[in-house]
């Protein structure tokens, strides 16, 4: 009574601030209550876990509500420079966690929670996670939106909203099932849908001339179809500030429900057809690894999201400008691979054809605009487009590349006259055989900026992937290394270490990485190293309750894990580690005594699902898993593990819990790696190879600090330029040959000898990823592992140097890099008030 009147007298009624906003834990606790009824009109004795987790969540939602809409309101008085991240894939992860981190409310979440009688941690755990994204490329972009915000950068991140995401896997009898990811079946409290923002998208018909009022040649496209796409909000908070930024990832709809012709004639599952046909192009995420032949679906999903961003954009800069001309300075648009390239034609073709610009001066605006990130080298991940398809779908849009293409290809000619092999190859049009769209060419020709991940992939990129284009524009190519977020992937995944820093350091290290060299001064500081030690013991130990839970293996928390956990393709060498484990099989059967430390091999990945090759690696690891932990002799000194789908929850389990993180693609294959950052930053050793990021990884913790071995880029060219032959090194190597003679008899596929007959042929016969060449150097360089892990002492130094030098990987410290060299944006300070 009391506080109502003191209340009352304070303010007028309608503001009520603490309500909705206030961060005591009895705040959150009144409006979780409140939420419960309200939200999701459930009392306490019939509502579910999954009723609890939405009250939470929605209360969570309403904190983050305020710093969002101060931050529209600001953004938009000041017109405020913004970058927009286009993206075919955002991998968030679970939301929850994340948001009362960032909003620096987790303990008192956790105690509302508990007076409720429920605890956190199993609310945490009924929130699906978004898997809107296949691996490295989606969680990236993921990262970079948290630092975007955190640094306080005027940010949109804009990509699709899939109802499907990535496949849930299911390990049965050795093998990988997918299962639809249904995330969105128990509702999604994170998204508004803002269907009054909507755009129509044009596919397939032709197109035609006109001549305009100034008596000016215009180009019209009459789509055969029209489909509409609705935005969905997720707000994105950045850690301990105002700033609240959003990703708008864009739904198919039917422009109309019916189409009432058909009905009228009594069609009616022909007037349906419509709508199921329009809603398909959000339906599903595509997996990676997949040739982009006969994709057509795949390109409309690109097509449908890039052209809805960029009206949305449009839409945006004209509410306070009169003009399209300075869309340049309003905006930066890095494109996410070329996955979103064609938004460099569709750019133009909003200007010329729908606003009325001439060309020249759309062209400024576009080449202005765009910035590139290119993500890999491997030949069948680089899009290119046959040229039917694209004319079928985007008949207007390949109209303007010709046009794009035409015109540079004159300065081109104008630079090196009569070179039509480099006038070829630079074409943005592949003339080779078929026919295709180069979609790197086409964003290499539109962006002002192009970069590569990692230091070794940027001059790869120059000098292997796009020299000519190198040659052409040296000044648009820079190096931009990866960085993850130290929020979710330590102070959220990791609150044991996450502790001990703090303690040590005080908690600053969350938002300025670099600070963790601070631990450097605790080495001689034995209490803190045991702390340490006890960190990751009790992280192991969650970990080893989790795998009995999902595979009913027993690990022993004291053996070193192990683990190597990303997707599985070749180039990554699931294999590689696999030969290593059956090579420690043989040594210990041959010989019972032989000293080892205790290890337990962990994997976890997706292969996509028709990478029958990847899908076999599978179940080449669960049945070694198989013979190696039933095996008397062994007796558990060594384990296999195969833990069921990984994705950013499971992640941020399996991090903290590593002693081993296996980095061992082949060189000059990996762009860069993240995987590789967040376990260092967990505290784990790397045993790796000289690629991606795993260099500049090294070169920052120390090359003592570091398991280097393998090939380097130039030996593994040369290897190949000069014949490289697998069996030579297969006939040499006595415990290989058993080895491979093991998988190829047999072994490990009892009366189904031929069961891993194509992956043993292919590493004999052809061995495109060296797999065979980097096996010795593989095998010892896991010997000085295995000593240095039985030197407790030297290891818990070597993980706490390792965690004291990963500041550089922060995606801080990227996001700063982009703001600066590419996209010119300033932070844009938000001030809250009632
Ligand atoms: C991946 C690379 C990784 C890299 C991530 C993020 C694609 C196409 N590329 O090495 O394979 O870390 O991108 O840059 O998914």
Redesign the pocket.
């Known amino acids: 009574m009391t506080a109502t009147r003191k209340h009352k007298s304070k303010c007028p009624p309608l503001k009520l601030p603490s309500v909705r906003t206030g961060l005591s834990a009895q705040a959150i606790r009144r409006d979780f209550r409140d939420n419960l009824f309200f939200m999701q009109g459930r009392f306490p004795a019939v509502a579910s876990r999954n009723d609890y987790y939405l009250a939470l969540a929605y209360t969570v939602r309403d904190r983050l509500l305020h710093h969002w809409i101060q931050t529209a309101e600001t953004y938009r008085e000041r017109r405020s420079r913004t970058v927009c991240y286009m993206s075919a894939e955002f991998l968030l992860g679970p939301h929850l966690g994340a948001n009362l981190i960032k909003l620096g409310i987790y303990d008192e979440a956790a105690e509302a929670v508990k007076k409720s009688g429920l605890k956190l941690e199993d609310l945490l755990d009924q929130e699906e996670e978004p898997g809107l994204g296949?691996?490295?490329?989606?969680?990236?972009a993921a990262c970079y939106m948290d630092s975007l915000a955190t640094l306080e950068i005027p940010a949109i991140g804009y990509g699709i909203r899939y109802e499907f995401g990535i496949f849930d896997q299911e390990i049965r009898d050795g093998w990988q099932v997918e299962i639809t990811d249904k995330w969105l079946r128990l509702g999604n409290p994170w998204e508004i849908p803002r269907p009054e923002v909507s755009f129509e998208i044009k596919f397939g018909g032709h197109t035609e001339t006109y001549r305009d009022e100034k008596n000016r040649t215009r180009a019209r496209w009459i789509p055969d179809h029209v489909v509409r796409g609705v935005p969905y909000d997720t707000p994105i908070l950045g850690y301990r500030v105002n700033t609240a930024n959003f990703l708008r990832l864009w739904r198919a709809e039917a422009v109309e429900s019916f189409d009432f012709r058909a009905f009228n004639t009594g069609d009616y599952y022909g007037a349906v057809m419509q709508k199921m046909t329009s809603e398909n192009i959000t339906k599903v995420l595509y997996p990676?690894d997949e040739r982009p032949e006969g994709k057509r679906l795949r390109l409309e999903q690109q097509y449908f999201f890039v052209s809805c961003a960029l009206q949305d954009m449009i839409r945006i800069h004209l509410q306070t400008a009169k003009s399209l001309k300075g869309f340049h300075r309003k905006f930066a648009i890095q494109l996410n691979?070329t996955h979103p390239a064609v938004a460099v034609a569709e750019l133009m073709r909003l200007l010329v054809d729908e606003h009325g610009l001439e060309w020249d001066e759309a062209w400024e605006i576009t080449r202005n605009t765009f910035g590139y990130?290119n993500?890999?080298l491997?030949p069948e991940?680089l899009e290119k487009w046959p040229l039917s398809l694209f004319a079928g779908v985007l008949p207007r849009l390949l109209e303007i590349i010709y046009e794009i293409n035409s015109r540079f290809l004159d300065e081109v000619r104008r630079r090196y006259p009569g070179d039509n092999d480099r006038i070829r190859r630079l074409s943005i049009i592949d003339e080779h055989d078929d026919k295709y769209v180069r979609m790197a060419n086409l964003a290499c020709v539109g962006s002002r900026a192009v970069n590569g991940?990692?230091r070794l992939?940027s001059e790869l990129v120059k000098t292997l992937l796009l020299p000519n284009f190198h040659d052409f524009w040296p000044e648009k190519f820079s190096n931009k290394t990866?960085g993850v977020t130290p929020r979710r992937f330590m102070a959220l995944s990791n609150p044991r270490l996450s502790r001990l820093i703090t303690e040590a350091i005080g908690d600053k290290w969350i938002k300025q990485l670099d600070r963790l060299r601070g631990l450097e001064k605790r080495l001689k500081d034995k209490a803190f190293l045991h702390r340490w030690e006890q960190a990751k013991l009790a992280n192991k130990r969650d970990l080893t309750q989790i795998i009995q839970k999902r595979t009913g293996i027993t690990a022993d928390p004291a053996s070193m894990f192990d683990i190597q956990a990303k997707r599985i393709h070749e180039y990554k060498r699931q294999h590689l580690n696999v030969l290593h484990i059956i090579t420690l099989f043989n040594r210990l059967r041959r010989d019972p005594g032989t000293e080892i430390a205790p290890r337990t091999f962990i994997f976890g990945g997706k292969a996509a699902p028709g990478y029958d090759r990847a899908k076999l690696i599978i179940k080449l690891i669960n049945s070694v898993g198989d013979a190696v932990n039933s095996d008397p002799v062994v007796n558990g000194r060594i384990r296999v593990v195969f833990f069921p789908d990984f994705n950013v929850k499971n992640a941020q389990l399996i991090y903290p819990a590593a002693d081993l993180s296996e980095q061992i693609s082949t060189a000059g294959m990996?762009?860069?790696?993240?995987g590789n950052m967040k376990f260092a930053l967990n505290g784990a050793l790397t045993i790796g190879t000289l690629d991606?990021?795993n260099i500049e990884i090294r070169e920052q913790v120390g090359a003592e600090n570091f398991f280097l071995f393998g090939l380097t880029t130039d030996e593994v060219h040369r290897h190949k330029a000069e014949g490289y032959d697998p069996m030579t090194v297969y006939r040499a190597n006595d415990e290989l040959h058993e080895v491979i003679d093991m998988i190829a008899s047999g072994a490990f596929s009892p009366g189904q000898r031929d069961l891993f007959q194509p992956l043993v042929d292919s590493l004999l016969f052809s061995d495109p990823y060296m797999v065979l060449a980097d096996y010795a150097a593989y095998v010892k360089c896991q010997e000085a592992v295995d000593a240095a892990y039985r030197d407790h002492k030297r290891w818990t130094h070597m993980s706490v140097l390792n965690v004291a030098r990963m500041g550089h990987f922060s995606s801080d410290r990227a996001i700063a890099e982009y703001c600066a060299d590419i996209w010119r944006v300033k932070p844009v300070r938000i001030r809250l008030h009632d």
């Open positions: 296949n691996g490295g490329l989606g969680r990236l990676n691979d990130t993500h890999t491997m991940a991940v990692s992939h990866n990996e762009a860069s790696g993240t991606g990021a």
